[in-house]
């Protein structure tokens, strides 16, 4: 009697194990998330300059001027688009292949969805980041000089400090968008692949 419990014990433990085993742990939608937990904090570090009453000159100022000002907000609002919002959307996406489907990322799948999450990342902040940078420069390069301004036209600012910019923002674009492009194809293949809950040995 006690091995025949003992055995059904042993046997209700295996399963349970194998079960827990083959439950899909989400973990690509765990990194996607966390990723934009970071630029999430990176935002706020952002909006404390941008409300900042310290900065000289203060960029609400460069903001309101306009002209080469508005890349400024441009810029932070696309970073809270695609690199805070996207980037957190993009985990319901793997939540749905690994929790609802099942599926596993593995073999060229794992690297596609690798280079989404880094890629993604990277670009975003890189693109995003040199626009605020250029519109801050350039805003405040067009300001008086009375409140920290430099005093340049709109031809000045263009050629002293705009003009550096638009292709480092536009390579990092392209990295962004490349990493969505891989990202989109290692969710088909894993989407549409059928393969077992874990990988075979």
């Known amino acids: 009697m006690r091995s025949r419990c003992k055995e059904s014990v042993q046997v209700q433990t295996s ?91 593995r073999g060229i799948a794992r690297y596609l969805a690798w280079s989404h999450l880094i890629l993604m990342n990277v670009g975003a902040l890189g693109a995003t980041s040199l626009m605020m940078v250029a519109g801050y420069l350039g805003g405040a390069a067009a300001l008086p000089t009375n409140i920290g301004g430099q005093g340049l036209n709109a031809g000045q600012v263009h050629a002293n400090i705009m003009v550096v910019y638009p292709e480092p923002i536009f390579y990092f674009a392209g990295v962004a968008v490349l990493g969505v492009l891989l990202g989109g194809l290692g969710y088909i293949l894993s989407a549409r692949g059928r393969q077992p809950l874990l990988p075979q040995p």
């Open 15 to 105: 399963i349970q194990a194998e079960k827990a085993m083959q439950t899909p742990t989400g973990k690509w939608a765990v990194r996607f998330v966390w990723a934009s937990v970071v630029q999430g904090a990176i935002a706020v570090a952002w909006t404390v300059f941008l409300i900042s009453p310290w900065t000289i000159p203060a960029a609400p100022r460069v903001i309101a001027a306009g002209g080469a000002g508005t890349w400024l907000f441009v810029g932070y609002s696309l970073y809270l688009m695609v690199g805070v919002l996207a980037v957190a959307v993009t985990a319901v996406f793997y939540m749905y292949i690994e929790r609802i489907l099942g599926k596993v990322y």
